[in-house]
């Protein structure tokens, strides 16, 4: 069955970075685009950025353009969210998803990793 699990969630002062990883499970993950989403308390989920299948292509929300960068590693099935300069707005739930298509008969979330930014 698929899976993605994400991990690399913390505690980080304003200005700091944090790596987040997704494991991919269960599908041919190198076929696929993959996002990161995220979701602040009281607040809807959001689209940070998303990663062609070959890892050729990224782009990303405007407000973490310059500061965040996704990555992936095909052979070893993860997914990478580098976030640098990091803002207490960019505080909230990560998530990892891969969408219905090329035999995904749906939307795959993560279980979601935090990320708190704070002095």
């Known amino acids: 069955q698929v899976q993605l699990v994400e991990s690399g969630g913390g505690l980080v002062q304003p200005g700091g970075s944090l790596r987040l990883s997704c494991a991919a499970s269960?599908?041919?993950?190198?076929?696929?685009?993959m996002r990161w989403y995220r979701q602040a308390p009281g607040k809807e989920r959001e689209w940070v950025g998303v990663?062609?299948?070959?890892?050729?292509?990224?782009n990303y929300v405007d407000s973490v353009k310059g500061r965040f960068t996704i990555s992936r590693d095909n052979d070893k099935n993860t997914l990478y969210l580098q976030m640098n300069s990091l803002k207490p707005e960019d505080a909230g739930v990560y998530y990892c998803n891969v969408a219905r298509g090329l035999g995904l008969t749906q939307d795959y979330w993560g279980q979601g990793t935090q990320v708190t930014v704070a002095s």
């Open positions: 990663i062609a299948s070959s890892g050729g292509g990224t």
């Open positions: 269960g599908f041919a993950f190198r076929n696929y685009i």
